[in-house]
């Protein structure tokens, strides 16, 4: 990243900014949204002038800032409804009169984007034949992703959510300049070690889990990209899985665990609004993924002190020291082993102790301040 400048008024005094931040989603509803709400409390709280534009909010979440109801358009197609975010948003990086807007969603009109997920061009990577040439040049919704995607690599600055996402759009966009990577952050007083000492033995009562049984937590949806099939396969006798998540085919998976003669040692909870209780109830996290951009219910997980697994491809992988505070999966068939070594309890404390080290390094404080330092230089530049 290049070294920031810092905004300043003509007396030397650092000036607070306008700034408009643009998702479809402002709240705690996924990890993107969650980026961006606590990016905005933080620098609210500093004295920022923060504008959401948003097509829904959590009302809660928008003290200090001023929020701007942006009309849904497209409801039923995802490409109609990103254009449509897109046309009623454009004009307030133009005629706004903010220091600096930026967007959490697609957009090609703004100063800075944030990319929570790698590239829609690397997607393409997964075809062959013929196959890839009908989603790269025949099919209306990757051609009209493809094309935002060119014209969102031409905005000013753009913000990688790990290093492997930089690495991405470098491979497939050669945009290397004006890229700051600023990871996820996790609030380190809300997930806490505390919580796991206090709260594990009613957890653990209430999932009915046994004193001796390895809890294994995995939280996210998308199953077939966070790889569920493979923590399923890895699952061995005195270990309990508990999903965390609306997946998709959710049947499959329910089907799986009986095939694999599971089904006393595996539960799906759906979507549960406050995850912390089954952190609290779990001896490891694991997030075994095909594909990661990041991987947020990681860093939540090694604030609480709590050992983890994750492929050695996911964005989270950048801040994990392999089997000193958290264990890298490069191969799915070395799962079952590195849960047979995260039994002992030892391992476990020593590893989570190191974690918890890790995480106080990436509070949400400290990502606010990589964002405002940002802006500040994104806003010299407009001034200039």
């Given at each position: 990243?290049?070294e920031?400048?810092?905004?300043?008024?003509k007396?030397?005094?650092?000036?607070?900014?306008?700034?408009?931040i643009?998702?479809?989603?402002f709240?705690?509803?996924?990890?993107?949204?969650?980026?961006a709400v606590e990016v905005?409390?933080?620098?609210?709280?500093k004295g920022h002038?923060?504008?959401?534009?948003?097509?829904l909010?959590?009302?809660d979440?928008?003290?200090g800032?001023?929020?701007?109801?942006?009309?849904?358009?497209?409801?039923?197609?995802?490409v109609?409804?990103?254009l449509?975010?897109?046309?009623?948003?454009?004009?307030?990086?133009?005629?706004g009169?903010?220091?600096?807007?930026?967007?959490h969603?697609?957009?090609?009109?703004?100063?800075?984007?944030?990319?929570?997920?790698f590239s829609?061009?690397?997607?393409?990577?997964?075809?062959?034949?013929?196959r890839?040439?009908?989603?790269?040049y025949?099919s209306?919704?990757?051609?009209?992703?493809l094309?935002?995607?060119?014209r969102?690599?031409?905005?000013p600055?753009?913000?990688?959510?790990?290093?492997?996402v930089?690495?991405?759009?470098?491979?497939?966009?050669h945009?290397?300049d004006?890229?700051a990577?600023i990871?996820p952050?996790?609030?380190?007083e809300?997930?806490h070690?505390?919580?796991?000492?206090?709260?594990?033995?009613?957890?653990?009562?209430?999932l009915?889990?046994?004193?001796?049984?390895?809890?294994i937590?995995?939280?996210?949806?998308?199953?077939?990209r966070?790889g569920l099939?493979r923590?399923?396969r890895?699952?061995?006798e005195?270990?309990?899985l508990?999903?965390?998540?609306?997946?998709?085919?959710?049947?499959l998976?329910k089907?799986?665990?009986?095939?694999?003669?599971?089904s006393?040692?595996?539960s799906?909870?759906g979507?549960?609004?406050?995850?912390?209780?089954?952190?609290?109830?779990?001896d490891?996290?694991?997030?075994?993924?095909r594909?990661?951009a990041?991987?947020?219910s990681?860093l939540?997980?090694m604030?609480?002190?709590?050992p983890?697994?994750?492929s050695?491809?996911?964005?989270?992988?950048d801040?994990?020291?392999d089997?000193?505070?958290?264990c890298l999966?490069?191969?799915?068939?070395?799962?079952?082993?590195?849960?047979?070594?995260l039994?002992?309890a030892?391992?476990r404390?020593?590893?989570?102790k190191?974690?918890?080290?890790?995480?106080?390094?990436?509070?949400?404080?400290?990502?606010?301040?990589?964002?405002?330092?940002?802006?500040r230089?994104?806003?010299s530049?407009?001034?200039?």
């Amino acid at each position: 990243m290049p070294e920031l400048q810092t905004f300043f008024s003509k007396d030397g005094i650092s000036v607070m900014l306008d700034i408009a931040i643009c998702i479809k989603r402002f709240g705690r509803w996924g990890g993107k949204e969650t980026y961006a709400v606590e990016v905005a409390r933080n620098l609210a709280q500093k004295g920022h002038r923060i504008s959401v534009f948003a097509c829904l909010a959590d009302p809660d979440l928008l003290e200090g800032m001023t929020f701007h109801k942006v009309a849904a358009c497209g409801a039923f197609s995802n490409v109609l409804n990103t254009l449509g975010f897109i046309d009623a948003t454009r004009r307030i990086a133009t005629d706004g009169g903010f220091d600096v807007v930026h967007s959490h969603e697609r957009h090609c009109c703004t100063d800075v984007q944030t990319l929570h997920s790698f590239s829609y061009l690397s997607g393409m990577d997964q075809y062959s034949g013929l196959r890839k040439i009908e989603q790269k040049y025949l099919s209306p919704r990757s051609l009209a992703y493809l094309w935002l995607e060119k014209r969102q690599m031409r905005l000013p600055w753009l913000i990688a959510v790990s290093s492997r996402v930089a690495q991405d759009i470098d491979l497939h966009y050669h945009r290397r300049d004006k890229v700051a990577v600023i990871r996820p952050g996790v609030d380190i007083e809300a997930f806490h070690p505390h919580l796991v000492k206090e709260g594990r033995r009613k957890a653990r009562a209430r999932l009915g889990i046994g004193d001796n049984e390895l809890a294994i937590l995995f939280v996210g949806s998308a199953f077939k990209r966070k790889g569920l099939d493979r923590l399923i396969r890895a699952i061995a006798e005195g270990m309990r899985l508990l999903v965390v998540g609306t997946g998709d085919h959710l049947s499959l998976y329910k089907k799986m665990v009986t095939r694999h003669g599971l089904s006393a040692q595996v539960s799906f909870s759906g979507f549960i609004k406050d995850v912390k209780p089954y952190y609290a109830a779990a001896d490891v996290v694991v997030l075994p993924s095909r594909s990661e951009a990041f991987g947020m219910s990681i860093l939540e997980a090694m604030a609480c002190g709590l050992p983890t697994i994750v492929s050695d491809n996911a964005g989270v992988a950048d801040i994990i020291a392999d089997k000193v505070n958290g264990c890298l999966m490069r191969d799915p068939d070395t799962l079952p082993d590195l849960l047979k070594a995260l039994s002992d309890a030892d391992v476990r404390a020593r590893m989570g102790k190191m974690a918890r080290e890790t995480a106080q390094a990436h509070s949400w404080e400290k990502v606010a301040a990589a964002h405002e330092a940002c802006y500040r230089m994104i806003a010299s530049e407009k001034a200039a």
